[in-house]
């Protein structure tokens, strides 16, 4: 697809200015929001589609097609995103989308082609989100000042609770209006409006990149690139640490959060429509906390915080299996998602501080293969440990694992004392 050229890439930004009123931040931050709504609304409309057409089971494996590819190739992706400068890499990422989504609603409307098509659309997204994730990651490093990072982290957190909230029920109504295919629709017009506001970002200039009539320099290969980033992340203390941090903070809270607090509601009889108050209290929660982040834009002594609140969250994360009534339980996930809210911000935040630009993408797609690539595959595994052993000691076993990464970082000193630029 066309890209513009390459002088808007690195072009020089006017003079530094707070992200909320930075005009690349806000283009950035439009065509994420769009974006991410337009993820809502596909997965609406994969779902129903891939109802329609299968089982229950085949639905679900059709579902779950997207985890393979991200977790096979994220680490790719961060290679990708620093060779080629996650700005292009976004934009590349959204037009396959947005065909690829194009595509598969023009057959619906013709044909019934079957579950193989939603499947490969399903394996599709999986491989462009392995490329893309690592880019979203790296990209605001590269249009903004390292001590504005933190509210910029705040403002994407805000934006992808409004996602959340307005992505369901609009593909919901593309269903009820006009069928799958007319969500799909919704779906690739959203990822088109991110295209042009994309395009619009200008990029701050690495001090690598070199000016104007100088040769660049020779460049490495891929799996070199790949070798590099990961000894990059080994010899740096925080982030080395804080890899480990979100990595056990992840795997012990995404199971119980997902699969552990559908079958909990159901074994409480609170049904889905209390599943769905404990979902919103965890959602405000974590929404209260961007807001916090957006408006101050510092949180003093990062690395402290995050390690303490992880610590404090996991407890919460274990109490859930235990509240005795409806109304503790959505008490419980409000504190949930403010503790949670804030430390997955702190991490986001400094993993673009203290990360060189070079190696953001990399960086990133590290800590986006624990979160988003391993950590989904722990679903079957928590259901059928409680099919095992009950509710309450899954929770709770998740709950210490989560625990391990807040003392984690807390029994290292480096990252114990990180803090967020001024």
Not at 63 to 88: K, N, Q, T, Y
Not at 109 to 125: Q, R
Not at 308 to 336: E, N, Q
Request: hydrophobic share 55%; charged share 10%; proline share 6%.
């Amino acid at each position: 697809m066309t890209v513009t050229p390459a002088i808007s890439e690195a072009a020089q930004p006017a003079p530094d200015r707070p992200a909320h009123r930075d005009p690349d931040v806000l283009r950035w931050l439009g065509a994420y929001t769009s974006s991410a709504i337009g993820d809502n609304v596909y997965y609406v409309a994969l779902s129903w589609a891939a109802v329609q057409a299968g089982t229950p089971s085949q639905a679900g494996l059709v579902m779950a097609a997207s985890a393979v590819p991200r977790a096979l190739l994220m680490l790719g992706g961060g290679v990708i995103a620093d060779r080629f400068g996650p700005r292009r890499v976004l934009i590349a990422g959204g037009g396959v989308r947005c065909a690829a989504v194009v595509a598969v609603a023009a057959l619906l409307l013709v044909s019934s082609p079957g579950l193989w098509l939603l499947g490969l659309l399903a394996l599709v997204f999986g491989v462009v989100d392995a490329v893309v994730m690592p880019a979203l990651g790296a990209l605001p490093a590269r249009i903004t000042v390292r001590g504005q990072l933190a509210r910029v982290q705040g403002m994407r957190g805000m934006a992808s609770r409004l996602a959340a909230v307005v992505g369901a029920p609009l593909g919901g109504l593309g269903v009820a209006l006009g069928g799958a295919a007319a969500a799909f629709g919704a779906a690739a017009l959203l990822f088109a409006v991110a295209l042009p506001l994309l395009t619009a970002v200008r990029m701050r200039s690495r001090p690598q990149d070199g000016g104007a009539g100088q040769e660049p320099p020779s460049r490495p290969t891929a799996a070199r690139d790949l070798r590099d980033g990961v000894e990059y992340i080994r010899r740096d203390p925080v982030l080395a640490r804080l890899m480990v941090v979100i990595a056990l903070s992840d795997l012990g809270f995404v199971g119980p959060l997902n699969v552990g607090l559908t079958l909990l509601a159901d074994e409480r009889g609170w049904g889905a429509t209390g599943m769905g108050w404990v979902l919103a209290g965890f959602g405000t929660g974590a929404g209260a906390t961007s807001l916090l982040l957006a408006v101050r834009g510092r949180v003093p002594r990062a690395g402290l915080v995050l390690s303490v609140t992880i610590a404090v969250g996991a407890v919460a994360v274990g109490a859930l299996a235990y509240v005795p009534t409806l109304a503790a339980a959505v008490g419980t996930a409000l504190a949930v998602g403010l503790l949670t809210g804030l430390s997955g911000a702190l991490c986001g935040a400094l993993i673009q501080t203290e990360s060189d630009p070079a190696f953001t993408g990399r960086v990133t797609s590290v800590a986006n293969l624990f979160s988003l690539g391993l950590a989904p595959l722990t679903f079957p595994l928590t259901g059928a440990a409680i099919a095992l052993w009950g509710t309450g000691p899954v929770f709770a076993a998740s709950a210490g694992v989560c625990a391990l990464g807040g003392l984690t970082g807390l029994a290292c000193g480096a990252l114990r004392r990180a803090e967020l630029p001024r």
